[in-house]
């Protein structure tokens, strides 16, 4: 029999709320007794678009190239983001392999896919790039296809893209049209409700509460919309996400110390004229760049300020690693000198302002109350829960990898991805070869 995959990603889910989850409607009535690995170990850096990137190819960072969510452009304000598939380095993902076997597919809000060539229902995690582009105008010039625009104005009314719940009640209407319409063979969302209220408020409170509460609402239309369409006998669910967060009691600002080292430099309007050394924010990690970084002078005596800096309780660095480093420890690698690590209590800025310490600012992910970038092993934990044919049912296994996921969808839909990292959960899958074509 040939099975068909629905992934919701909910952004910044972690273990402690499926607990509570389990006590609501849509958990009770769909995944009562689906298969789920307790806790998931992420990726580093534990970023939204590296998180998503790895989820759908199956191998780390330093083989994708998305080591975080922003283009690298030094002095910049509204940096884009990456949101399109070129800048996913691994040249196989779920998408193009299903494609190539013969399977219809569809992304909602998935990082990192807009004008995907392999996606054949496709609504970016993309938005309006002024106040005068239109949501129907951003999603085409993303890669919605007519029919797809369709279901987009249907729904897009009033919603300001990226303000929560709007934004996800908007995407998972969408995708459950989708799945009345058109019934991908697998279909990847990614609502961000959850980690938008972590940010906002920190990691644990009512507002992450009604966020849970939401995504399983979520849980239930989406079913719905599989049993609508006929399919619920051979569509698989996955709930599952990408990282934890962790809550934040101070932001650094960390270029402006290497400014009043004399390694960046600024105009008397305070916009950056020059740089040696660059710090870009991941949250709770960050990336320091080197504009020469063949020049081991410069390595040698960065690296000394940084692990100057991490010698004092002043600044929140709670490590400092080279490049080697983090390819040999988390499979992280680029074009970046130095990785800084928190200390658990601190983020890091990137603005090339003379300040130091800098306020919180929840429009930014980075400097909320609560963030992530942290190294995969720190805080609350991401999960796994998969219900359907492919899957055993009221099977827990303790952990699992966020690297092993592209794997087991593949083997779910009888794909290859040959190239992957990671490997097929196969404790919670079905036996003998689960389903496929």
């Known amino acids: ?257 290497l400014k009043k080292n004399g390694l960046i430099r600024t105009d008397s309007d305070g916009k950056l004229t020059d740089w040696t050394a660059y710090c870009q924010s991941g949250g709770t990690s960050a990336m320091i760049y080197l504009k020469h970084p063949e020049d081991r002078k410069l390595f040698s005596s960065v690296h000394s300020l940084l692990m100057e800096l991490c010698s004092s309780s002043d600044y929140g660095i709670g490590g400092v690693m080279t490049h080697e480093e983090t390819e040999k420890r988390y499979h992280l690698d680029g074009p970046f000198s130095f990785v800084l690590e928190t200390d658990g209590i601190t983020a890091f800025g990137d603005s090339v302002s003379d300040r130091e310490m800098m306020e919180y600012d929840v429009t930014d992910y980075r400097s909320g109350h609560a963030t992530h970038g942290h190294m995969p092993e ?3 934990q991401p999960v796994f829960i998969g219900t359907g044919p492919a899957f055993r049912k009221d099977t827990v296994i303790p952990n699992a990898r966020l690297v092993d996921e592209a794997p087991t969808f593949a083997k779910i839909l009888g794909i290859d991805l040959p190239d992957a990292d990671g490997v097929p959960i196969e404790s919670l899958l079905t036996e003998p070869d689960n389903g496929g074509k």
């Open 1 to 257: 029999m040939k099975q068909k995959l629905v992934v919701m990603s909910a952004d910044g889910l972690v273990k402690e709320d499926v607990d509570y989850m389990m006590t609501l409607p849509g958990y009770a009535k769909y995944l009562r007794h689906a298969a789920r690995a307790e806790r998931v170990r992420s990726i580093y850096p534990t970023i939204t678009y590296p998180c998503h990137t790895t989820m759908c190819t199956g191998v780390f960072p330093d083989r994708h190239g998305v080591t975080g969510n922003l283009l690298f452009q030094p002095g910049q304000k509204n940096i884009p983001w990456k949101w399109f598939r070129k800048y996913n380095l691994c040249p196989n993902d779920l998408f193009r392999s299903a494609k190539q076997n013969g399977l219809s597919t569809g992304a909602v809000f998935w990082p990192v896919t807009g004008r995907h060539p392999d996606i054949d229902y496709l609504i970016a995690e993309y938005w309006p790039q002024s106040e005068s582009e239109t949501a129907h105008h951003a999603f085409a010039d993303s890669g919605s296809s007519p029919e797809v625009l369709d279901i987009i104005d249907r729904f897009a009314a009033g919603v300001k893209i990226r303000q929560h719940p709007c934004t996800d009640d908007f995407m998972v209407h969408c995708a459950a049209e989708l799945i009345r319409r058109f019934s991908p063979d697998l279909l990847m969302i990614h609502p961000g409700n959850v980690d938008g209220y972590r940010h906002g408020h920190g990691v644990f409170n009512e507002f992450v509460t009604k966020g849970v509460e939401e995504t399983d609402r979520y849980i239930s239309e989406i079913m719905e919309a599989i049993e609508d369409s006929g399919h619920e006998d051979s569509c698989n669910f996955v709930l599952t996400s990408d990282h934890g967060l962790i809550d934040v009691k101070r932001i650094v600002n960390v270029n402006a110390i």
């Open 378 to 380: 720190k805080g609350p």
